[in-house]
């Protein structure tokens, strides 16, 4: 059964900083990783999506790895900023499921 | 504008009642999803649908129900029969014909559901 994991569960960083957030599953048959972000009390919205062929995509500031033989997916932030504070939750598509399993999300607060 | 419209923001449920949260989508998608989120916790998979009139129970249906019979529209019954209903729901869909490992998830703003 499909597990994903995010570390940490929350993360306080000054502005300006490169920061790193972790995400690791335990079934490496998967279609694709979805990265997304959550505003409080809102829904989620779609940063970036690995597909299993892929190794990594890059939007803007953020950065999405992926490698799937260890069951890890990193999503790094450049230069963060106040407006980056939120939800990070990563997501895999499991293979044969046609469903996704989140992880829990880390909290992630960027200080003025 | 395309998206996904959750209805209502904010909902009560009195003990012993039914209620139904709306979902529809004008992204023409094939696939719609319920979660459910709790404060400190991933979101769960309560139903999916990935064609009209057809539909499978995610990981935690007991006590609720739903429909598909248009492609926009993908109703969420919160029975009597769920005991513990207070949390979060958010109403996702995606498109299957450009391949699954392309699939997006995009998602609605959600429903608070409290119970009185």
């Known amino acids: 059964k499909q597990e994903v994991t995010q570390i940490p569960a929350a993360l306080s960083v000054p502005e300006g900083e490169n920061l790193v957030l972790n995400c690791s599953f335990t079934d490496s048959a998967i279609y694709n990783l979805q990265w997304f972000r959550q505003d409080p009390g809102k829904g989620l919205t779609s940063l970036l999506l690995i597909q299993s062929s892929q190794r990594e995509q890059t939007s803007g500031r953020l950065n999405a790895s992926l490698d799937k033989s260890s069951g890890r997916s990193t999503l790094y932030i450049a230069a963060s900023q106040p407006g980056d504070s939120a939800t990070y939750l990563c997501a895999v598509f499991t293979s044969g499921t046609y469903k996704y399993i989140f992880g829990t999300g880390t909290r992630l607060k960027v200080l003025a | 504008d395309g998206g996904i419209t959750q209805s209502p923001k904010y909902l009560f449920r009195k003990e012993g009642q039914n209620v139904t949260l709306s979902c529809e989508q004008n992204?023409?998608?094939?696939?719609m999803y319920w979660y459910r989120q709790d404060p400190g916790q991933g979101l769960r998979l309560i139903y999916y649908s990935q064609i009209v009139n057809d539909f499978q129970k995610g990981d935690i249906a007991e006590g609720y129900s739903v429909s598909r019979e248009k492609k926009e529209s993908f109703p969420l019954t919160v029975t009597s029969a769920q005991k513990n209903p207070t949390a979060f729901y958010l109403c996702?869909?995606?498109?299957f014909g450009v391949g699954v490992a392309k699939n997006i998830q995009y998602f609605g703003a959600g429903t608070r559901l409290s119970v009185l």
């Open positions: 992204l023409n998608h094939d696939a």
């Open positions: 996702a869909s995606s498109i």
